[in-house]
């Protein structure tokens, strides 16, 4: 069936560096999504990627959808501590969504 | 205020009991869903519903139980039968199905067992 991985798992940066989380799927997605889960809050939608080779920006996040739509990236530019948390990507599945397993982003101050 | 409540924030199961997480929208979303959150862990579908008196078993269903009587509500019932029960539960909910809408998810329920 449909998997959706995600890596790194954990990456600890010094702030202010740059940080990237990549994820793949085994088939083609008709849209990606990216949410944000605080340490002990519960996950926010941040975005939606839909067109092949998409590219969006909110500020310092830049996301990017794969030509062929079965990858996507989420780069945090020199990051801070209020960045904090897991991020998971997510796709749909028929009628349901399928989550990758998160990356978990720690700052260093 | 439009979103999503779950309660209770922490709830303890002693050996053989039900217990009933509660999750309520005021969205006017058609669909649900419940995940179940290990640490460290992704997020994984127990069971979602598209429509009222409608709902599918996700990927670990088994020792969960659920029902949506009303738009609004979709409870999820812990039976004695789910062995190792100790997650974070989250309840969501979106406008439809996944094709193209994204999830509001509620705060969630911490459930441990005594």
């Known amino acids: 069936g449909q998997q959706v991985m995600q890596i790194p798992q954990y990456q600890h940066v010094q702030e202010g560096e740059d940080f990237t989380t990549y994820c793949n799927s085994s088939?083609?997605?008709?849209?990606i999504q990216w949410y944000k889960q605080r340490p002990g809050g519960h996950p926010v939608f941040l975005i939606q990627?839909?067109?092949?080779?998409e590219v969006k920006k909110q500020k310092r996040l830049t996301f990017q959808f794969g030509e062929a739509k079965k990858n996507s990236s989420l780069h945090i530019t020199a990051t801070q501590t209020t960045d904090v948390g897991t991020y998971f990507c997510?796709?749909?599945?028929?009628?349901?969504?399928?989550f990758g397993t998160g990356t978990s982003l720690t700052v260093i101050p | 205020d439009g979103g999503i409540t779950q309660s209770p924030k922490y709830l303890f199961r002693k050996e053989g009991q039900n217990v009933t997480l509660s999750c309520e929208q005021n969205?006017?979303?058609?669909?649900m869903y419940w995940y179940r959150q290990d640490p460290g862990q992704g997020l994984r579908l127990i069971y979602y519903?598209?429509?009222?008196?409608?709902?599918q078993k996700g990927d670990i269903a088994e020792g969960y139980s659920v029902s949506r009587e009303k738009k609004e509500s979709f409870p999820l019932t812990v039976t004695s039968a789910q062995k190792n029960p100790t997650a974070f539960y989250l309840c969501?909910?979106?406008?439809?199905?996944?094709?193209?809408?994204?999830?509001?998810f509620g705060a969630g329920t911490r459930l441990s067992v005594l």
């Open positions: 969501a909910s979106s406008m439809g199905g996944a094709g193209g809408l994204f999830q509001y």
């Open positions: 088939t083609t997605l008709s849209n």
């Open positions: 990627l839909v067109k092949s080779g």
């Open positions: 997510a796709g749909p599945r028929g009628n349901q969504f399928y």
């Open positions: 969205l006017n979303h058609d669909a």
């Open positions: 519903s598209q429509i009222v008196n409608d709902f």
